[in-house]
């Protein structure tokens, strides 16, 4: 019986000197570990922040059939979305959203240079997209070019764009990503929008942006 008790009270004082051991242990690992430094997730460091590798020099034509390139904007808020005069829903649904973001930013949107840039050069000329972008909000800047021009300005914003046919289509349409770019007066990408997002939320970031220094 003696040896039974002694052998528990052995088994005892291991575990604690165990327990002990481990406590010790943690404790001197967490003093060598660096703490992880202090981030900020409000929605006016984000946009401060940008979004890294998208955009460059470009030269397009405008409606107007006006040269325009990057230097031309250079100093000036934009909202920026591609897409094509031929689109049956996303485009129009996302030009609608960018007015309203301009009728919610009031004097602030005078500001703002929204741009709607073709995928679909061949088809959208200046005076079609002139045409086109007048049904909307007569303040946005319509934007073509060569083929080669758009290709380089889908390269340099990472912009997904393919032809599709459809059977029981006579004619083509485009398959493409929809994200709305806002960029700083220095070219700088601040934010990518997200078709969930409200003209609200959206005009709440911008101002953001428009407040930092």
């Known amino acids: 019986m003696y040896q039974v008790m002694k052998k528990q009270h052995f088994q005892i004082l291991?575990?604690?000197l165990l327990v002990i051991l481990a406590s010790v242990l943690f404790?001197?690992?967490?003093s060598t570990i660096p703490a992880a430094p202090a981030t900020r997730t409000s929605a006016s460091a984000a946009t401060t922040a940008g979004v890294e590798g998208l955009g460059g020099s470009w030269t397009l034509i405008d409606h107007n059939g006006q040269t325009v390139s990057d230097k031309?904007?250079?100093?000036?808020?934009?909202l920026m979305f591609f897409g094509f005069t031929f689109c049956p829903d996303i485009c129009p649904t996302e030009i609608k959203r960018l007015s309203?973001?301009?009728q919610?930013?009031?004097?602030d949107a005078t500001r703002i240079k929204p741009?709607?840039?073709?995928?679909?050069?061949?088809?959208?000329?200046p005076t079609v997209l002139k045409e086109y972008l007048s049904r909307f909000d007569e303040r946005f800047i319509g934007l073509t070019g060569s083929v080669d021009q758009i290709r380089h300005m889908e390269e340099i914003f990472k912009v997904y764009s393919a032809k599709?046919?459809?059977?029981g289509l006579t004619d083509y349409t485009m398959n493409h990503s929809a994200l709305v770019y806002f960029i700083a007066p220095d070219n700088r990408v601040l934010h990518l929008f997200h078709s969930k997002e409200t003209p609200e939320q959206m005009v709440g970031t911008i101002r953001r942006a428009m407040a930092q220094p």
């Open 14 to 16: 291991i575990a604690a």
């Open 27 to 30: 404790m001197t690992l967490k």
């Open 72 to 78: 031309d904007l250079t100093g000036s808020f934009r």
């Open 100 to 102: 309203l973001v301009l």
């Open 104 to 107: 919610g930013l009031g004097d």
């Open 115 to 125: 741009l709607f840039v073709t995928i679909d050069p061949e088809r959208d000329t």
């Open 164 to 167: 599709s046919a459809d059977p």
